[in-house]
């Protein structure tokens, strides 16, 4: 079973002024890959606070999804507090969801998501829309317990026969 944590980055959302919608459907989504989602937060858009609650998870779970703050506006820091806490960038992961997310609005290159690992977690930034949630989580999902497996040491060749 894999182990995850959704940190929700909202100021609106953690003042309890709007409905996480887009959290309960990763929970929802994740369980397609036998993800039990253990922690989860919301918090707001503060760069110290989103590090630390990520480096907090990393040391209990196998899977970190945020959701929110991967926009162009002055308070979305979700993308910065990632890469300073992670040892590796997985760029295949966002490029897949870039080019995925361009088939249905040349919006979806605002995205500043990042993808990468901390110790032996997977942490991946979502948009903070339902909307965009389910469609970069759809691309996204199959190949996550792949990754958790081969970041955890699976030594198996990867090639498909």
Do not use: F, W
């Amino acid at each position: 079973m894999i182990t995850a944590g959704i940190i929700t980055l909202s100021d609106k959302g953690s003042k309890g002024e709007r409905e996480d919608q887009s959290g309960s459907i990763i929970k929802e989504m994740l369980k397609n890959i036998g993800a039990e989602v253990k922690l989860y937060d919301i918090l707001p858009d503060e760069k110290e606070l989103i590090k630390n609650r990520l480096i907090e998870y990393s040391s209990k779970l196998d899977l970190i999804i945020t959701t929110g703050g991967t926009g162009l506006s002055p308070r979305d820091v979700t993308p910065e507090a990632t890469l300073e806490v992670i040892d590796k960038q997985i760029h295949g992961i966002t490029e897949a969801m870039l080019i995925e997310g361009l088939k249905k609005t040349r919006r979806a290159m605002l995205s500043r998501a990042v993808a990468g690992i901390r110790g032996s977690c997977l942490i991946i930034n979502l948009p903070g829309s339902p909307k965009a949630v389910k469609e970069n989580l759809e691309v996204i999902l199959e190949v996550i317990p792949h990754a958790i497996e081969k970041i955890k040491g699976d030594p198996t060749e990867c090639a498909r026969t």
